[in-house]
């Protein structure tokens, strides 16, 4: 009885390895991002995001906001690139538990994992960051 305690306690140690690590670079190739910036710099079109970041632009932040076309972003949060535009710098994003593609700058995102805004690092949250306005 002993023996066979011992045995499959032995079998069960081998065959539990340490955990895989994080594998950013194959995150990254995978398309997911982290947010950098805290704030409503995204939308459902690029022109409402070029309008919110653009300081010259007749429309004050409290405008955009009123016409609910705008969504904060935290830092920290993952979001998966689904398109990208190379000529405005915007990728089209989307964030774990919503349905619908927000657009950004590209600036915004980053291949590596940031602190959040609790000072943790984000790299295991898919769904946290994201309201409406």
């Not at 979001?79 to 349905?99: C, H, R, T, W, Y």
């Amino acid at each position: 009885m002993k023996l066979t305690i011992a045995i499959i306690s032995a079998v069960s140690l081998g065959l539990t390895g340490p955990a895989p690590a994080d594998n950013y670079t194959a995150l990254s190739a995978k398309g997911y991002r982290w947010v950098t910036i805290h704030g409503p710099y995204a939308s459902t079109t690029e022109q409402d995001v070029e309008r919110l970041t653009d300081r010259r632009a007749g429309t004050t932040e409290a405008q955009i906001l009123e016409d609910e076309k705008a969504y904060y972003l935290i830092p920290g949060t993952i979001v998966q690139v689904i398109k990208e535009d190379p000529v405005n710098d915007m990728s089209q994003v989307q964030l774990g538990g919503f349905a619908t593609f927000l657009w950004t700058y590209s600036r915004f995102l980053s291949k590596h994992p940031i602190r959040d805004i609790y000072g943790e690092s984000s790299r295991h949250r898919k769904t946290r960051g994201l309201c409406k306005v």
